[in-house]
């Protein structure tokens, strides 16, 4: 309840500030902070990169298996344990007593490339009524399968059994004790000698955030089981990803997504590695893998293919980061690279190639007959310096260029302070440090040389003390950041916030854009200081200057941009600063060059982020605690002008009427 008041009384104290110097009626002497910012809304401005803000996919915090990805099933292959066997089947378990049921892993699958398969041996007899209600194996999912009642969900395995089997398919409470959505699945024996396809589809009749799905039998034999999968039959746009962590990138606007991640790619030894051509192809048959530098197993289920998908469904370019040979501990000779980097050409043509190749065959067969737009790669991920990577880089470079001319390609090794010694069309630059050292950094790019590739700051935040697992104080210093990023854009290509996801239930790094459950999903503040830079990519740069009455009044960190609303009537001129300090801005805004009148009041809007506390955080139990603050002006007159809070981020978005749309 005092948290409840505390923000009452906060933004109330803000809109009063905010409306009284509207008005004209703010008390002398409560704010001394006065910057008076003239902006060239007539001027022709510079063009912004249509590219500049996008996302950064990496398969960390079980961003992908148990977030994004649908699957609700845990080690669906039984393949988590290794190849030896018995191997750890974890998180299955048996549903029964050590003396009704025994479950052992064998290297029997009807799958050549994941060759486990699990076996179950129904001891109870059904004569006795020693079965009850079934036994046999379940899966919690990734610390609980959300099933929503009403909904319907595509149930596939593989299996076969010694003898006529009765099995109940189930989703129950985690004790089970509730029975959420059930079928019965009957084979005789000569159907059940073989390993075959078995789908069903459950629609739910209750909700459980944290269920289980179960696979009981109810007479005695011998069952092998495989290829285990369970999915919401509504996915975003019907390929798969969970509808609202989807429509939260969607919402970003992002014009490109990097993806499968950093290290994830490189992996702790070669051998554990992300590889493309085996997260291809029908999910049933693709091997998965460790991700050693994580510390968890992937089924691949979000492979090549969906994320290509993934970025198309959101309107973004595709970036893909690939594997050059080297990991954190091991490296490809330049001597012995040809082999990756024809496996690399064999993906490009798996992404751009036409149906008549092999490998765009392949991708017609998955469903997606016309090729993907892929025109930006990455070789490799944080490897200049390592033994062999200026070498390896320069084979896959003249490789990639012989056969792809048109495709833009991503050195690893930092251009902004000194000339690199390789060719490239762009240069990669990771920043995560304190909150202090990000903000004075929206100057990083002020004085680089223009001469030479274009930058590609792939991954940055505020991480330490300062983030927590997501506070306003790191979000401010990551917005000031990106206008330093607008500002340059003439030099800063590409730009994208790391790392995207986290499941609450695993967190490997602090912080994270979007923090999510079985269940819940919010953003963080650096979630939300995105959203006011997604009108940027593309837009006309402006001409500003700040003009103070009080030599102590902090410089802000502002930019002044014309965006193109997509409708033909009008376009946006917006205006956005940071301000890092504890006292609030007075802003009086000049707009030369456009008058008053031309702007439609009524659709535009001021947008603050802030909060009381500047180490304020969003939780499951208070997802709106740090959230912009979206309003409309009443009305404009004679002088524009707002109040900037203390510690906030403010966005003014005004409408331009179609006369003033070219300006």
Request: charged residues 20%; aromatic residues 12%; proline residues 5%.
């Amino acid at each position: 309840m005092w948290e409840m008041w505390r923000q009452m009384c906060f933004w109330l104290l803000w809109l009063l500030l905010v409306v009284g110097w509207q008005k004209g009626a703010v008390v002398q002497g409560q704010l001394n902070q006065t910057l008076t910012w003239k902006v060239d809304a007539g001027h022709s401005g510079s063009l912004i990169s249509p590219t500049l803000f996008g996302i950064f996919f990496e398969e960390i915090n079980h961003a992908g298996g148990g977030g994004l990805w649908a699957e609700l099933v845990n080690n669906r292959g039984f393949e988590a344990g290794g190849t030896n066997t018995p191997s750890n089947i974890a998180p299955w378990y048996p549903i029964g007593t050590k003396d009704q049921v025994w479950l052992e892993t064998e290297l029997s699958s009807c799958f050549e490339r994941n060759p486990i398969a699990l076996r179950i041996e129904v001891l109870c007899d059904e004569n006795l009524n020693e079965c009850g209600s079934g036994v046999g194996v379940a899966n919690p999912g990734y610390w609980g399968m959300d099933i929503q009642a009403g909904e319907e969900y595509h149930v596939v395995f593989w299996l076969h059994s010694s003898g006529p089997i009765t099995l109940l398919v189930a989703f129950t409470s985690s004790d089970g004790q509730t029975t959420l959505a059930q079928e019965r699945l009957i084979l005789d024996e000569s159907s059940a000698r073989d390993w075959g396809k078995q789908e069903l589809f459950l629609k739910a009749n209750e909700t459980d955030h944290y269920a289980r799905l179960s696979i009981t039998s109810l007479k005695k034999g011998t069952i092998w089981l495989d290829q285990v999968s369970a999915m919401p039959v509504d996915t975003y746009k019907g390929h798969g990803f969970r509808p609202e962590l989807a429509k939260m990138l969607e919402d970003m606007k992002p014009r490109f997504i990097r993806f499968p991640g950093g290290c994830y790619v490189e992996g702790g030894r070669l051998q554990n590695a992300w590889r493309w051509r085996e997260s291809v192809g029908p999910w049933e048959e693709r091997p998965g893998h460790f991700g050693d530098v994580w510390g968890y197993w992937s089924d691949d289920g979000i492979g090549y293919f969906e994320f290509l998908q993934l970025a198309e469904d959101l309107g973004a370019l595709p970036v893909w980061v690939f594997n050059n040979g080297i990991s954190h501990t091991d490296e490809v000779a330049t001597g012995l690279i040809r082999p990756f980097v024809k496996d690399i050409l064999d993906g490009i043509e798996f992404a751009r190639g036409d149906i008549t190749t092999q490998w765009g065959q392949l991708r017609s067969n998955m469903g997606h007959p016309d090729p993907f737009e892929l025109y930006y790669i990455a070789i490799g991920n944080e490897d200049c310096g390592k033994r062999y990577y200026r070498d390896n880089y320069m084979v896959f470079f003249d490789a990639i260029k012989e056969n792809y001319p048109d495709i833009k390609l991503i050195t690893n090794c930092d251009g902004s302070w000194r000339q690199l010694d390789h060719p490239s069309d762009l240069y990669d630059f990771h920043i995560y440090t304190n909150a202090n050292n990000l903000y004075s950094m929206a100057h990083q790019f002020d004085h680089v040389s223009r001469e030479g590739p274009r930058a590609f700051v792939s991954e940055y935040a505020v991480t330490g003390r300062d983030a927590g697992t997501g506070s306003l104080l790191a979000a401010l210093a990551e917005g000031a950041f990106m206008i330093g990023l607008e500002l340059n854009s003439d030099l800063v290509a590409m730009a994208s916030y790391a790392p995207l996801f986290v499941n609450n239930n695993d967190r490997r790094w602090n912080p994270d854009a979007i923090v999510f459950n079985s269940w819940q999903q919010y953003g963080t503040p650096s979630y939300w200081v995105q959203h006011f830079f997604k009108d940027s990519s593309g837009a006309t740069l402006l001409p500003f200057s700040f003009e103070s009455v009080n030599s102590t009044v902090p410089p802000l960190v502002a930019s002044a941009l014309r965006a193109h609303s997509g409708n033909p009537t009008f376009d946006y001129l917006v205006l956005k600063a940071v301000n890092f300090e504890g006292d609030p801005v007075q802003l009086k805004i000049l707009l030369e060059g456009l008058p008053l009148n031309s702007i439609d009041a009524s659709q535009s809007t001021i947008t603050i982020l802030s909060s009381s506390n500047v180490m304020d955080e969003n939780s499951f139990s208070q997802p709106r605690k740090v959230l912009p603050n979206v309003r409309h002006f009443d009305s404009l007159e004679s002088d524009l002008g707002v109040v900037l809070p203390p510690y906030s981020v403010l966005s003014l978005k005004l409408q331009l009427a179609s006369l003033h749309a070219e300006i």
